[in-house]
């Protein structure tokens, strides 16, 4: 069975500049979750989808992150413009529940990005 | 709200040592589930347990050991005989009910050989 799929691996920017990371979750997953993992500390949930839904987006920083989950699969997130503070690896996380927050999540390897 | 807290940041032990990562909880709800991930060098979270609240059965999964104790909120894992492979950060989660992951800061295990 293939995991979760996610690209690029590392990307470099300039602050201001805009930057997209894209996720494939498991086949069949009906929930798909962005989270963000800063050095030294753990994952935080950006937003939680639920098939092409949003479940949970109350941590995400609307005013310059956004996140689409078309047609219920693939999914990206997208930061414009992006700040220092971005700096973290980017991790999609999927299940295949419907209320997925109680049960076990398979994650990708992340995007590590990194803002000059 | 809900809070877990990993006191230890950074282990390390000798090969063939036995070692326990301590993890310490905060929730108001009665239904919960904890949870304990491993992340390794390549950067994949790799699911190790899950519990519900109601089940506070120790659990044994090979060289792998839980410790559920909900008098002192704790849900602490033992890795017994440890091997240079369980290098890893490894990090405790909590959720309630039909609400988002909340992870601890990680405990860093470095076996050295």
């Known amino acids: 069975e293939a995991g979760v799929a996610q690209s690029p691996r590392y990307k470099i920017i300039e602050k201001r500049q805009s930057v997209a990371f894209w996720c494939n979750p498991i086949?069949?997953?009906?929930?798909l979750y962005w989270y963000q993992q800063i050095l030294g500390q753990g994952p935080k949930l950006l937003i939680q989808?639920?098939?092409?839904?949003?479940?949970?987006d109350s941590q995400l920083p609307k005013d310059r992150f956004s996140a689409e989950r078309l047609k219920g699969v693939d999914s990206t997130l997208k930061i414009q413009p992006a700040k220092l503070e971005d700096s973290a690896v980017y991790l999609c996380?999927?299940?295949?529940?419907?209320?997925?927050?109680?049960?076990?999540?398979?994650f990708g390897s992340g995007t590590q990005l990194s803002v000059l | 709200a809900q809070k877990v807290t990993q006191a230890q940041t950074e282990i390390s032990v000798v090969e063939k040592e036995d070692v326990t990562l301590d993890c310490v909880y905060e929730?108001?709800?009665?239904?919960?589930?904890l949870f304990w991930y491993k992340q390794p060098p390549s950067g994949e979270l790799v699911f190790l347990i899950r519990?519900?609240?109601?089940?506070?059965q120790n659990e044994i999964s090979g060289r792998y050991s839980w410790n559920f104790q909900k008098s002192t909120s704790s849900f602490n894992f033992t890795i017994t005989a440890s091997q240079v492979v369980d290098s890893a950060v490894y990090f405790c989660?909590?959720?309630?009910?039909?609400?988002?992951?909340?992870f601890g800061k990680g405990t860093r295990l470095s076996v050295i050989a």
């Open positions: 519990r519900n609240s109601f089940d506070e």
């Open positions: 989660a909590l959720s309630e009910v039909n609400t988002p992951l909340v």
């Open positions: 989808f639920q098939n092409n839904g949003v479940v949970d």
């Open positions: 929730t108001r709800d009665t239904t919960y589930y």
């Open positions: 086949s069949g997953h009906a929930t």
């Open positions: 996380a999927s299940s295949p529940g419907w209320f997925g927050t109680n049960e076990k999540l398979f």
